[in-house]
């Protein structure tokens, strides 16, 4: 008998204050609206990314079980290192707790990375008072790298590594009977692309080509990380996140400094929400008493 179809749900925290240095035209600093995904079938369900503070996993735990009060939650998965898409887990674990955590080998050393004291610094700095509650170390299971899978209900689930996107060892989650690519921060929709770890145009050029691996799956949906609310999912999302890092890799080349490229970059892509992720962007390209690194 063949397998019940799949079906995908997405569930978008609200953009949350982060603790910031003023942004030069005085936009209020946000951490922009995450995504997290839920896969599932008949009677299991697979999470992607689930999300950063105490709060929004709550409310994204709380959506589950709301939604889906008979599906049983199998696996979580994370698509890449960054901690705004995986803090969650403790949350998660303690309201689902015979879930199976699962990452590419590099995502989860990347993880680990994210759990260095050093890194929670950061973290706790811009989201301070408790807002996060770091999960226990080693927080998942890498895959085997030969078999980079995870089965719901006869229905396969591929996770892909593309190398360097907005982080080193990202990837995205293949669900070939939706045609449905779950892209993390590998694409962004509506909204500016962190770009503080793509510094130089052959990191950059890395990112664009990570996103041409999704596109040789032939996605008719893309799910992204980070987007403006209410922007449609859409397989065009991955051209126009190429369009931005091109745009990125211009205007760094001609910007005299931070404020200079964030002017020039909000003049030239007005409409995007995150101006935060922008301004840390311009930031890391233009450090203070810096030289810029292009
Ligand atoms: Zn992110």
């Not at 942004?23 to 995904?37: E, N």
């Not at 309201?95 to 590419?104: G, L, Q, S």
């Not at 922007?231 to 126009?240: F, P, Q």
Request: aromatic share 10%; glycine share 6%; hydrophobic share 45%.
């Amino acid at each position: 008998m063949a397998p019940s179809s799949l079906r995908a749900d997405v569930f978008l925290a609200p953009a949350i204050p982060v603790v910031s240095s003023p942004i030069p035209d005085g936009a209020v600093p946000l951490w922009t609206a995450t995504t997290s995904t839920l896969i599932s079938s008949a009677h299991e369900a697979v999470l992607v990314d689930p999300l950063l503070t105490t709060a929004q996993a709550t409310a994204l735990a709380d959506w589950i079980e709301n939604t889906y009060p008979d599906k049983r939650l199998t696996h979580v998965y994370v698509t890449h290192g960054h901690g705004d898409h995986f803090f969650g887990l403790s949350t998660i674990l303690a309201r689902f707790p015979n879930v199976n955590v699962v990452a590419t080998a590099g995502t989860l050393v990347h993880m680990e990375e994210q759990l260095s004291s050093s890194a929670k610094e950061l973290w706790l700095t811009w989201f301070p008072n408790n807002q996060i509650l770091f999960p226990a170390s080693p927080p998942a299971k890498a895959l085997d790298s030969q078999n980079l899978t995870i089965n719901i209900e006869g229905h396969t689930l591929h996770a892909v590594p593309v190398g360097h996107s907005d982080t080193d060892e990202s990837s995205f989650l293949w669900v070939p009977d939706l045609k449905m690519a779950v892209a993390g921060d590998v694409v962004y929709n509506g909204a500016y692309s962190y770009l503080a770890e793509s510094l130089t145009a052959p990191l950059r050029q890395k990112w664009i080509d990570a996103i041409d691996k999704i596109k040789s799956f032939q996605p008719e949906t893309v799910i992204v990380g980070h987007k403006l609310p209410g922007a449609v999912d859409g397989s065009w999302t991955l051209d126009a996140t190429q369009d931005y890092i091109r745009l990125w890799d211009r205007l760094a080349g001609e910007a005299k400094n931070a404020e200079d490229m964030y002017e020039k970059m909000r003049k030239a892509d007005p409409y995007k929400t995150g101006e935060f992720i922008l301004w840390f962007s311009c930031q890391a390209q233009f450090p203070a008493n810096g030289t810029a690194s292009v």
